[in-house]
């Protein structure tokens, strides 16, 4: 195939799918598709609901063309899949939407196509799992190593992972360093220079689409073990009656040391790319302890925050019997309106389990988002006086602003407040991580 | 006390005290202490066994005398203890150098006198296990935040935790910023004064010893856990028939991923310091799971070395009985003498377990300490076509120098090459981490 040629297909218009969508079709033809038909809706007005790219831009983008018509996507030749790859409720990898997007692309994949992967997978993966659909469903054989000579017809595929980073404006598509690879060493030279089109930064190509696939879910898994590391710091430092922050602010003066800080680890990405990793390994009979550690300790810290914050309470003789608890942000992350698998709902839960009345309170979040994902009503107001405890989890700026005695007024004169994220220095309120 | 009536007494001449001693007699008066008459008598005469100083160094080290008589020691006002912690065989720590340390010095301890432990040790170690010991033996009570305002006879204590690495000659005393802390707010002023006095890249005055003692221990645990981490990842992905180098070197094109390479995790601190914390968590009912997970996998690395090279040989159809196995490096790190808590020692037990005979060949161990250690001969010359399996399991230069086809010939036709530390690319031996 030559670059001239190439009409680009992206399947799956998320925060992955659409800027790298921008990107290409300043270089190519631009085929955007999502099952989603309002999302397509509002992306033919320019808008952008994940706010990861301006309405000018996509004005600008003229030979990009959205759809969630697969005759169109059919015109296509070089299909780009970005659907989400999360977890279901056992921790287990949900290969669901890979699957239909596999199926829909197999359905109209034609001798010579080339289809690369982003969605972050265990290493496999698409050798195991989406080859032998596009195979199925095309009826077209997938070139490999190991049919480097068939004359046939077939087609190619690259696995290529997303490295995005949702909110960061400095780390963006163009500019940060792509992984690329192929199942054959000319497709995957072909599909580097495709994105070498198109990242500034320049590429890797990887030796096999199982380094590139095992390169990406090692990054987030890295992060996770780091943070529930710390994590562990501030529970027994906790204990010890010792300031995390303030150790982790000595440890951090050495030249080596990794500034973590500890926290509820939520999202798309950190929390959930491990139990990718996780589950292949036990597939296979590996059984994973630190990564597996990791994650125990950080889809416990909701919980945590809660019995250390009932704790609290009780030996400062505040009734538990009608207790009013107040969370002070929803999102996985702060200064954003991404609620996805935030833990800030083991929070809640946990807190219920008491019997304990929350009201949660997030200035970035909107109720219907709330209601739709969590059926939590959000309060709108604060009143001042009316909790026995504040939990302040989410370091949104706003909260910042608010400043100290204002959110003190919002708790009763006895009430217990837990800085989780250390937004305010170590001696201001009662509790912190 | 004032600056010019200061003489520094410092206990311990090991890799610690002895570049401390050198720097501070630059300013005060320095009484370097050992109870190894050996080590003054060597140091006596500008030698120094660790290569931490130079004979140069000593020589103009005018203001710094040795000495193994409490007498001596007696006419200082400011004691460092830098004596060495490790574990014991049950991986719990072993005090003893410490505590027959602060014996020493409460014994000729004097009113308004300082003790600075450099020491690393768990959260509390100092006010727990120190200072009782200090009051006992020297009949004063040390002044902290409870006596502030005692008029009786007292003195204080501090700990400023070292930061050496062992062979790092761009990360020395002077110019790794030191924590300090104090029993009293103008102890820890004091003692944060006199550190300045010879640490050009400053200080961190940390707000407790507890906190400064926190710091030091969780830095190699981060270490560690990181390392455990890449070892994890290591074992898995050589299961999955995938090359852990390439998933790497992949990997770390991306800005913020952490550039950890696996391996035998040995020495005298990365592998020791974690058992400080986990103890002290025990101690107190926190059981640690990550950092103990990190250290089970590490302490696991050598017998996971051995099975693997064993499996190979086997499929490879080379005969066990009477098999012979050479291991090419000692040390717990490259291209030093060191072999402190070496973890080949490991691979060299288990090998020993399948009644393997094993060659331990390393260029920078002199045969006397290998024996004394470990009860080790070592051989000095290699023959051609003499093993069934080869190790590199340090990467010394000389192995690097040595070349493929010279390492090769050592192995008879058949036999195995595990490169445990990637010494070459990775298409050259059989195994590699």
Redesign the interface.
Known sequence: MDLEDLKIGIIGLGYVGLPLAVEFSKKFLTVGFDINSSRIIDLKKNIDATLEVTSLDLKNAIDLSFTNDTKILKECNFYIITVPTPINQANQPDLDPLVSASNLVGEILKPGDIVVYESTVY??ATEEVCIPILEKMSKLICFNMSNLDDLGNGFYVGYSPE?VNPGDKS?TVAN??K?TSGSTPSAAQFIDRVYREIISAGT?L???I???E???V??N???D??I??IN??A???D??D??TE??????G??????PFSPGLVGGHCIGVDPYY?TH??QL???H????L??R??NDGMGSYVVQRLIKEMVCKEIPMVNAKVLIMGLTFKENCPDIRNTKVIDIIDELQKYNIEVDVYDPWVSNDDALKEYNINLIKKLDEDNYDGIILAVSHKQFLEMGVSKIKKLGHKKSIVFDVKCLFPSDTFDIRL
């Open positions: 290493p496999g490295r780390h940060i360093i992984i890797h990887a030796n096999s199982r380094i590139a095992a390169a990406k090692i990054e898994t890295q992060r073990v780091n529930a590391l562990e710091f529970m027994l430092f204990l010890l010792i300031d303030e150790v982790l602010k000595a440890a003066t050495k030249w080596n040391f990794l990793l292949k390994a296979i009979g590996y994973p302890e630190i990564i550690a990791g125990r300790i």
